[in-house]
């Protein structure tokens, strides 16, 4: 039985638990390692890591601020996938949006900024609005300013300035969307269908596995597929795009199993936690077909629900992560699979107005 050892012990890492038994897989998660503020660790800290992991097969992680000087000494013994050059790219803004450059996939104007003479020249460049982020360690909307006029300069430099930052264009998208693809060790690549999302303050709120234009699928499949093979990445690797006038515009990666992906637990043959799984342990992968005709995943953010009668309807599958109640955080999800649209949309009102009531508690 081979042993794969996860860093990060949140709720990605448990929904890869639940399918390792089957899969004749034995997995271990970890918290994460001390982390400076600086993104580093200690010499000593990466030795203890070394000596941690050094009794298992193959190291994966769940979650993207793991020190990549550590996981560098961790694969010099047991082999590290995805590709820690994925991971390292990701946890940059810039030197994600400049590999995707590279690759020919189609992205927003993006600028170095490092000054406030740089945010003026942004402003001068990209007109207003435009964004900018922390080039790392961003997440859900965080580390983030939208820049609407002049006046908004001195306000976003003195939130964000000591931060390294990214200027993007803002794009004034149609909607949003998401490829996740699993590649494995030999090469081979399964496709999940593209899907849209809907986020509300940065966060993902819904997942939509919906029917899109052939030309969106395509192109979001090529470029899932260019990035996969530049890394030699092996897993479940996510990427997010905006749509404007049926064009992608790619936003960013996530060299890792993805929330726009949790439908697939029960709306796909094989979810993307089991094929992250079966890439990583040098499985064969497997099928994504999708199940059913509608297909929806709908995050429960700074609440539970603990309502019994969920349990009750049909085809609707809850997943809470257990953890304790906080703003904004990501408490759990629901998927609702059904072949009939009726019954689909009546589930996903009941679904909603029961969410609704138990946030009124
Ligand atoms: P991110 O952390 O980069 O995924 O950003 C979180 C969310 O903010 C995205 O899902 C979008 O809804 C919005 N957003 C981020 N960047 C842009 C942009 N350049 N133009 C328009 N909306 C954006």
Redesign the pocket.
Known sequence: MKKIAILGNGQLAAMMHEVSAKLNLETTDFPLPEIKADGSCTESEISHWVEKLKNFDVVTYEIENIPVALLKEVNKSVPVYPAISALETAQDRLAEKQAFTKLGIKT?QFMTVDSKSDLQKTAHDFGFPF?I?TRRF????KG?YVLKSKQDIELAWNELGEHALLA????P?DY?VSQIAARSVVGDIVFYPLVRNE?RE?ILRETHVLDFPEALTEQAQQSIQKVLTHFDYVGTLAI?F?VKDNVLYV??MAPRVHNSGHWSIDGAKTSQFENHLRGVAGQKLGATTVTSNHVMMINLIGEDVTDDRLESFNNVYLKSYGKSVRANRKMGHINIVSNSETEFKNTVDKVYALIEAEACL
Do not use: L, P, R, T
């Open positions: 927003n964004i982020k961003g997440y859900d909307g983030q993007e264009s803002f794009v998208f949003e986020h940065g997010e905006f936003n960013e």
